[in-house]
Nanobody, 124 residues
Framework: QVQLVESGGGLVQAGGSLRLSCAVS????????MGWFRQAPGKEREFVAA????????YYADSVKGRFAVSRDNAKNTVYLQMNSLKFDDTAVYYC?????????????????WGQGTQVTVSS
């Protein structure tokens, strides 16, 4: 069974930065792409960023491109999301998951189970 534990969220002013972490444990194929989704109140969960197993290729939603950076440390089984120039609209619960790439920049979660997520609140 795979466990995903997200951390690093908090309250930050617009323009500020946060770094999220996702610790992955359990039976997961190490060659999976990994990434982040987020869910704002009253909205559906949406794709944020993805990174291939090697870390060479990264992908971002248009809304965060140029501001967020996804990375991974395979030795530590950890995925990170560096968030800069945060905006009020970035307020959401952030979740990590293994990623399925449908085509282009269309991604979906590979695992049925989710972690508890980490709350990011950006004050305007």
């Amino acid at each position: 069974q795979v466990q995903l534990v997200e951390s690093g969220g908090g309250l930050v002013q617009a323009g500020g930065s946060l770094r999220l972490s996702c610790a992955v444990s359990g039976r997961i194929v190490p060659t999976y792409a990994m990434g982040w989704f987020r869910q704002a109140p009253g909205k559906e969960r949406e794709f944020v960023a993805a990174i291939t197993w090697s870390g060479v290729s990264t992908y971002y939603a248009d809304s965060v491109k140029g501001r967020f950076a996804v990375s991974r440390d395979n030795a530590k089984n950890t995925v990170y999301l560096q968030m800069n120039s945060l905006k009020f609209d970035d307020t959401a619960v952030y979740y990590c998951n293994a990623m399925n790439r449908a085509s282009g920049n269309t991604w979906s979660p590979r695992l049925d189970s989710w972690g508890q997520g980490t709350q990011v609140t950006v004050s305007s």
